[in-house]
């Protein structure tokens, strides 16, 4: 019975937040975040809290969408959603006390043909939005340490069923 009530839900999916498009449904778990979270409060305390990463978040975001090299990687994506999603994660691997909502790494970005030069644009943009956060420079780089192992997910390409 329980297996029925959850299955059910999880094939409903969930109510799609206002201003978002809808997604396959998914399991959502925090370990779809990629990372283990920090302890203490340290991290969440160099990051200024929920406004501090909303501003590294957006500005990351708004900096992707706008640079050339990498911009039509995001062309017809949900930006709403990852703007809300970016922050969860961040906010779950800075122990900030979020639940990360969004799916893995892998189904995420798959097949979007994501390569090392893309990966490492998006870096850049997130060292700028910390740096002008303020962010002690320690700190920035423990959060890119959390990230980088993330990396071979985000650039995952599924193999079709049979050649084409
Ligand atoms: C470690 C690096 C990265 C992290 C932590 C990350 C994180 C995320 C998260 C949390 C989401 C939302 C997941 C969901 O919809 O359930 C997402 C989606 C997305 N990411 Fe990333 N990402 C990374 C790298 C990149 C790179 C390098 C690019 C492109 C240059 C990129 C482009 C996108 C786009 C376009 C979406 C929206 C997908 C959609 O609308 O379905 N990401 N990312």
Redesign the pocket.
């Known amino acids: 019975m329980l297996i029925f009530v959850m299955s059910s839900a999880l094939a409903a999916g969930l109510p799609t937040p206002p201003g978002e ?1 809808p ?1 396959t449904p998914y399991t959502q778990a925090d370990a779809n975040a ?1 990372a283990v979270p920090f302890h203490g409060d340290a991290m969440w305390r160099a990051f200024h809290g929920a406004e501090g990463v909303a501003r590294v978040v957006d500005t990351t975001i708004d900096r ?1 969408v706008a640079d050339k090299r ?1 911009s039509d ?2 062309k017809g ?2 930006i709403v ?2 703007r809300r ?2 922050r969860e ?1 961040f906010c779950y691997i800075l122990n900030g006390g979020c639940a990360y909502s ?2 893995t ?1 892998a ?3 798959k097949n ?1 043909g ?1 390569q090392t030069a ?2 490492s ?2 870096v850049e943009h997130l060292q700028a939005a910390m740096r002008a956060e303020h962010v002690d420079f320690r700190a920035q780089n423990r959060l890119l340490a959390k ?1 980088a192992p ?2 071979p997910d ?1 650039q995952k390409r599924f193999k079709a069923a049979r050649p084409l």
Do not use: Y
Request: no cysteine.
């Open positions: 498009m997604v990629g992707s990498i990687i995001f994506q949900d959603r990852l999603l970016l994660q969004g799916r790494m189904e995420a970005h979007m994501i893309d990966f644009a998006l990230l993330m990396k985000v």
